[in-house]
């Protein structure tokens, strides 16, 4: 799949056929928007392209919330529905203050040719969010392309949204999400050095920094770590770290049985159960105790 970031890098396509959004998470109602507009790639023999925003509309206008995938996990997941690129516009005030009329001049028709638009149900776009669905017929009438919205999919009789996952990691619902989203939420990246305090009351962790502003989960979790090629149980805790007063948020995993070295080692932590949320303790042999008991926690679920 073809990243292309910002339209300064966009090169005219003759035809393409377009979906907008910003797929966090890339759930099952985005899988099932994403497999129609490769269907109709293929019946067309036109690229497929996704077009969303960096940052996210909401974000620029101080609304920001916690996102489910980071980039790379977006663009793995992207990539194996069999999209052939994806178009990362840059949201600034210039954009924000682009008409819904212009947005689809400009850049469906003068650069991407589009013959084939699908959008949900619910998308809104253009200064004021008032480009809709009807505006799009209305120039798909004038300008000879389909336009397609898609209904909402449900799961468990609630319809599968970005919002409604995050409600559900805050309440712990990992089962309900991992139905959402078709597969187990989890968060990926680089184990760093951390300050090595977990070593000074024997439980050592390996560190993967959050980037991300807003977590999407916090507090303690039994996960099980992907990490070199096998599966590794263990306890998570990922938040601030209020009784050695951190200030940003780490993930930190405890593993059980787990002696290596693996800095720098790509890992994917999976999130099982929530054991408890996170807190400050008065003193570091507190703070060891509850280890112990979250550890022993972890071990019952996976035993």
């Known amino acids: 799949m073809n990243v292309i970031r910002g339209l300064h890098n966009l090169k005219k396509y003759p035809g393409s056929v377009v979906t907008i959004g910003n797929f966090d998470g890339v759930h099952i109602g985005h899988q099932h928007i994403i497999s129609r507009l490769v269907e109709k790639s293929k019946q067309l023999g036109l690229p497929s392209i996704i077009i969303s925003f960096s940052p996210t509309p909401q974000s620029f206008f101080g609304r920001e919330s916690a996102t489910l995938s980071n980039f790379k996990q977006k663009h793995r997941l992207l990539e194996k529905l069999g999209l052939d690129a994806h178009l990362i516009i840059k949201f600034d005030a210039q954009l924000s203050k682009l008409s819904a009329q212009d947005f689809i001049n400009e850049i469906l028709l003068k650069k991407l040719g589009v013959r084939f638009c699908l959008i949900g149900d ?13 505006l799009l017929k209305d120039f798909a009438q004038q300008h000879n392309f389909e336009v397609e919205n898609t209904q909402s999919i449900l799961c468990a009789s609630c319809r599968a949204s970005s919002s409604k996952i995050r409600e559900l990691l805050s309440q712990g619902e990992f089962n309900s999400v991992a139905k ?3 597969r187990e939420f989890s968060i990926s990246g680089k184990i760093i050095h951390g300050k090595q305090l977990g070593r000074t009351i024997n439980f050592p962790t390996i560190n ?7 977590s999407p989960v916090l507090g303690v979790f039994a996960v099980q770590v992907d990490l070199l090629g096998k599966l590794f149980n263990g306890v998570c805790n990922i938040g601030k770290r209020p009784t050695v007063n951190g200030e940003n948020i780490l993930l930190e995993v405890f593993l059980f049985d787990f002696n290596q ?3 720098g080692e790509f890992s994917n932590i999976i999130f099982k159960l929530k054991i ?5 303790f008065d003193s570091f042999d507190q703070l060891k105790e509850q280890i112990k008991l979250d550890t022993q926690t972890a071990k019952d679920f996976f035993n």
């Open 122 to 134: 619910d998308f809104r776009f253009g200064a004021g969010r008032m480009g809709d669905f009807k």
């Open 180 to 182: 959402m989203l078709g």
């Open 208 to 214: 993967v920094p959050i980037k991300r502003n807003i």
């Open 261 to 263: 070295d693996v800095y």
């Open 276 to 280: 408890r949320d996170e807190q400050k």
